[in-house]
Nanobody
Framework: QVQLVESGGGLVQAGGSLRLSCAAS????????MGWFRQAPGKEREFVAR??DYADSVKGRFTISRDNAKNTVYLLMNNLKVEDTAVYYC????????????WGQGTEVTVSS
């Protein structure tokens, strides 16, 4: 079965950096589009990034990348802000599908002031 496992979350001070990883298994990784989403306390889940596209709130600070040889997608987060505090999820959708079909369990990021 398909599994997406995020890692790399934690507690960081504002202005700091974190790199999240999402390891995928059970799928042909190169044929899937990967994305990052987040959900802050009391808020709905929102889009963060996919290759070539970023939410306005993270443009210039976050960078998504992937390593097909390792079946892994990354999210490098620089200049973190308190408002970036959330649970971050990676998701996968087949290149021919309009919707994300698979989701990870999430990794928590807390940014302190």
């Amino acid at each position: 079965q398909v599994q997406l496992v995020e890692s790399g979350g934690g507690l960081v001070q504002a202005g700091g950096s974190l790199r999240l990883s999402c390891a995928a298994s059970g799928l042909t990784f190169s044929t899937y589009r990967m994305g990052w989403f987040r959900q802050a306390p009391g808020k709905e889940r929102e889009f963060v990034a996919r290759i070539g596209d970023y939410a306005d709130s993270v443009k210039g600070r976050f960078t998504i990348s992937r390593d097909n040889a390792k079946n892994t997608v990354y999210l490098l987060m620089n200049n973190l802000k308190v408002e970036d505090t959330a649970v971050y999820y990676c998701a996968a959708k087949h290149q021919l599908s309009p919707q994300y079909a698979y989701w990870g369990q999430g990794t928590e990021v807390t940014v302190s002031s």
